[in-house]
């Protein structure tokens, strides 16, 4: 237990329907992260928040949206997907932003698009 | 952007002292080390950090030479519960270069 929750851990979802994944942190944390990981790639930082405020958008498409309400939530919302997308979605959090600081992960959700 | 290079993958027998070098030559001045381990379908756990010379913890030693260029993970006497990806970065306070890279897959033999 990090004390970072995802929900959910698993979906599957066709490519016109539109999912939310939601991230919480208990920690006290001021920035939270969104990773994907694809089957034998590394892990790939999506975005990144900073009390609340996006500080990094890793080039990623449009049809993924975050979406930070407070500094203990954070979200990805999802339409459109394609099936590549197919991925292990991890959300992570820590005291600051950057890799001085260490992250805590949660047990990702594991994301299927037919 | 300070990248890392480290093998794709290690074997060790149970018992033994591993050892799993990451190269960063470009390493800046204010640049920390961290290492993260990664079970299947688990996210990363950090395992240890340092900025020079030798950090210990209760788990695993990081040497760290006097140039900086790279550092040595060391996980003494391993079980089959160690097998697992493991992730060298290099980075700083508010700077976002979170870069895992392909990390090294340690695989402990019994």
């Known amino acids: 237990e990090t004390g970072v929750t995802q929900t959910p851990r698993h979906l599957v979802m066709g490519m016109t329907n539109k999912k939310s994944l939601k991230c919480e942190q208990h920690?006290?944390?001021?920035?939270m992260y969104w990773y994907k990981q694809s089957a034998k790639k590394p892990l790939e930082l999506m975005f990144v928040?900073?009390?609340?405020?996006?500080?990094e958008n890793n080039s990623v498409p449009s049809r993924f949206s975050p979406e930070c309400p407070n500094s203990s939530h954070l979200f990805l919302h999802l339409h459109t997907l394609q099936p590549e997308d197919s991925a292990l979605y991890l959300c992570?959090?820590?005291?600051?932003?950057?890799?001085?600081?260490?992250?805590?992960f949660g047990p990702g959700t594991r994301l299927t698009v037919t | 952007l300070a990248k890392t290079t480290q093998p794709i993958s290690m074997d060790s027998y149970e018992g033994q002292e591993v050892n799993i070098t990451c190269s960063h030559n470009n390493i800046a001045t204010n640049d920390y080390i961290t290492w993260y381990q990664q079970f299947p379908s688990q996210g990363p756990r950090f395992i240890i950090q340092g900025y020079k010379t030798k950090v210990t913890n209760e788990v695993a030693s990081l040497f760290i030479p006097a140039d900086r260029k790279s550092s040595t993970l060391s996980l003494p006497r391993v079980s089959l519960s160690d097998t697992a990806v493991y992730y060298c970065l290099v980075g700083r306070t508010g700077a976002n270069n979170l870069f895992f890279g392909t990390g090294t897959r340690l695989t402990v033999i019994p």
């Open positions: 992570a959090s820590s005291p600051g932003p950057g890799t001085r600081y260490e992250q805590y």
């Open positions: 920690l006290g944390h001021n920035a």
């Open positions: 928040y900073s009390l609340e405020e996006r500080v």
